[in-house]
């Protein structure tokens, strides 16, 4: 993946993954192992926690397509690897919050997901995602 094209975006904005699509099954260690990876990595990334979140329902049994979203996630990653995160105080740092839902927005289970970002000005202290 070192000479990989890098990519604006880490998901397809209209990608919807499945657990029973019809395409080929890929080996389910290296892509644990390779989720795994990405798991750790946001510790320092918290752009991708959504997108892991949602190539991780699918560890136990990965397709090609599953497998082919987790490589564009590193070519994300690729791009941006000069990036990080930086703390610097502000003058305004009034606590703004945001948060948001999807009600039944899973094809697989219909489950409800939320999640909130804390930030005093811009930068962020606490944040969640849940299914």
Request: aromatic residues 12%; glycine residues 6%; charged residues 25%.
């Given at each position: ?102 009600r039944a927005g899973s ?25």
């Amino acid at each position: 993946m070192s000479q990989c094209k890098p990519v604006a975006s880490f998901m397809a904005s209209n990608e919807k993954l499945q657990k029973n699509d019809s395409v080929a099954k890929v080996d389910s260690n290296i892509f644990q192992s390779l989720v795994g990876s990405l798991i750790y990595l946001t510790i320092l990334k918290h752009d991708l926690l959504f997108s892991i979140s949602i190539i991780s329902r699918f560890i136990e049994d990965p397709s090609r397509l599953h497998f082919a979203t987790t490589k564009r996630i590193l070519q994300y990653l690729w791009g941006k690897k000069d990036h990080g995160i930086l703390y610097k105080k502000q003058k305004d740092n009034r606590l703004i919050g945001f948060s948001n839902s999807d009600r039944a927005g899973s094809y697989d289970d219909r489950n409800n997901k939320y999640g909130y970002v804390f930030c005093p000005g811009t930068n962020i202290i606490s944040w969640c995602s849940k299914k």
